[in-house]
């Protein structure tokens, strides 16, 4: 008689980032018959747009925690949080606890040793010191890091890069550190077509659109690319922002600043928001700070020219002028002056789309990724 193993995923909220799309793209492609899975989260997010309630839909065990929030609170966090994720892990006895982000790595990590979690594993998308936050902040991320560690026995970046820096400031879980690169199943992304991206955007049909899908975080370094389109505002292209987050404000305070309003879309925060990336020409990402972006990977997939910062695992991806153009950070005569390249030459921005859409089939491969999660899941 085949014994599933239990793991359990625990994610600090379930609005859409970048690891509620991984544990989505996971736990979706494992075989079930070998796992019993349960995913919580935090109640931020928790709508229909949100991990828990998609997961749900899809037949999966989910569970809210009340207490676990992404902004710092110690009543929350040392005495509710840390309570209620205890009592789940003794009541669920997972055998693998998995833990995404930093906050439900610290915190999960430290209950789970107290609650005998056989197996725990913390995989995350970046680590958060490197986020643009004030020095004494930082400092407080990587004491906290490093702090529970140790709790960890097994540490997952998926950049080359994250794993170098945890290494070079001891960052030391109790087994090994490994580098597991995103990947994304270009027959199970189902893209609307060019003309209907379009027109469920309100974006006309002839139009040059440079966009990008992002979280409204600072580490997305969206302000850079508004900075962007005020140098290139004469160039007749138009641009479009997916997503939603604490920086709208200061977003759409700069758009009216520079009078871009007739130049810039805000979408708003879209169900599916991969579906639309065939409705640019050109998709750029101008964060400070990443992990290794699921968008990148995406609008490789769906054939858009990518431009992107040299962060995180992005040049582990991009090949600069073969398959996208990469960028130095914080700088918006950078991101306009590419965007224009890729105006101007059409075959030089066809080139490279079709280049990336094959890097993403050879290099980057949703069941290669899953494959290599089930290989250390088998591991006692």
Known sequence: MNIKKKIL????????????????RLVTNLDL?????????????????GLLFTLKKNGFKTHCLKFLRRGINPLFDFKLGLIEI?????????????????????????????????????????????????YLLKFYYKFIEKTSAPWKDIIINNAESDKQQAMKLGIKPRKEILVIHNGVDIDELKFFPREEAR?????????????????FYPAKGLSYLIEAINLIRDSGAKFVLIGDGNERKRIKDLIHKYKLEKKVVLAGAVPESYKYLKAFDVFVLPSIKEGFPWTILEA????????ATSVGAIPEVI???????????????AIADSIMKLLKDENFRNRIA???????????????????????????
């Open 9 to 24: 995923f625990l994610v600090t909220q379930s609005e859409f980032g970048g690891a509620q799309h991984f544990i989505y």
């Open 33 to 49: 018959n070998k796992y019993d899975i349960l995913i919580a989260a935090g109640p931020e997010g928790n709508d229909a747009n």
């Open 86 to 134: 205890y009592i789940l892990i003794k009541k669920i006895k997972p055998d693998i606890l998995f833990l995404c982000s930093s906050k439900a790595g610290a915190m999960g990590s430290l209950v789970g040793r107290l609650a005998k979690a056989p197996k725990i594993i913390y995989r995350l998308g970046g680590w958060t010191f490197n986020d643009p936050h004030p």
């Open 199 to 215: 027109k469920r955007l309100n974006l006309g049909q002839s139009d040059f659109i440079a966009g990008t899908v992002a979280n």
């Open 300 to 307: 490789m997939a769906a054939e858009v020219a990518v431009i």
């Open 319 to 333: 090949e600069a002028n073969k398959n996208g153009i990469l960028i130095e950070l914080k700088n918006p005569h």
């Open 354 to 380: 079709i280049e990336g859409k094959k890097t993403v089939v050879e290099k980057f491969n949703l069941k290669k990724m899953v494959k290599k999660y089930e290989d250390l899941f088998s591991i006692n």
